[in-house]
């Protein structure tokens, strides 16, 4: 089984200011890992994904994740925010030969101008 | 090309009626999942579809709630004697095949609210 900790549930950030938010995860099996976002009345979108090789998974809207097993977490970073990602974004862990997604609770992204 | 389409986008229902929830999946997508997001949670993992072979039903939370998908298309999921528990977003997903490399396209949601 997997399970998959966001422990900042709302973090506020100036604009054009860095972000990190944070996803620890918990398997028994190797995983492969997700970020997700959700727009205000939109459905989930994908971000990045880490399946295998390089750590550092570079996704859209300059958006990346870096890998860290021996800490089982795969941090979402972006070097400046914008208005526009204002959102929710979900970790999620998807563990080897298990075709459910075990996603976190959340973290509300909110930019201030 | 379309997306995942969800029917219908708000269902507001009184306890102890029954709900069906329909999915649209992206066409030629054999994998069809049901999610479901409680306000202030995560999404909780209901049902996987994958081609002929038998769904994995082991996220349903009751014998109330149940799914069938007709095919590779469409899909409904049913929940009987609607609890005030069962208000959430509903969420359905698809995916090319199954495998974890697959990503899964999400559609907006049926927003559930039993008063």
């Known amino acids: 089984a997997q399970s998959v900790t966001q422990l900042d549930s709302q973090v506020p950030v100036f604009e054009e200011a860095p972000v990190e938010l944070r996803c620890n995860y918990s398997s028994s099996v190797s995983v492969y890992l997700f970020w997700y976002v959700q727009y205000p009345n939109q459905g989930l979108q994908l971000l990045l994904k880490?399946?295998?090789?390089?750590?550092l998974v570079k996704g859209i809207n300059g958006f990346e994740a870096e890998f860290n097993k021996s800490q089982t977490s795969f941090h979402l970073r972006k070097p400046s925010v914008h208005i526009s990602d204002t959102a929710e974004y979900f970790c999620?862990?998807?563990?080897?030969?298990?075709?459910?997604?075990?996603f976190g609770t959340g973290t509300r992204l909110t930019i201030i101008p | 090309g379309a997306g995942v389409s969800q029917s219908p986008s708000n269902k507001v229902t009184e306890k102890g009626k029954d709900v069906e929830l329909r999915c649209d999946p992206i066409s030629g997508h054999t994998a069809l999942y049901w999610y479901r997001q409680r306000l202030g949670q995560g999404l909780e993992f209901l049902i996987y579809f994958q081609g002929n072979s038998a769904p994995d039903k082991s996220g349903l939370p009751s014998d109330r709630f149940s799914a069938e998908r007709t095919g590779e298309s469409v899909s409904t999921l049913t929940i009987q004697r609607t609890q005030q528990e069962d208000s959430a977003v509903y969420l359905c997903a698809s995916s090319p095949t199954s495998g974890g490399i697959n990503e899964q396209y999400f559609g907006p949601g049926t927003r559930l609210t039993v008063t």
């Open positions: 880490y399946l295998s090789g390089s750590t």
């Open positions: 999620a862990v998807r563990g080897f030969g298990n075709e459910k997604l075990t």
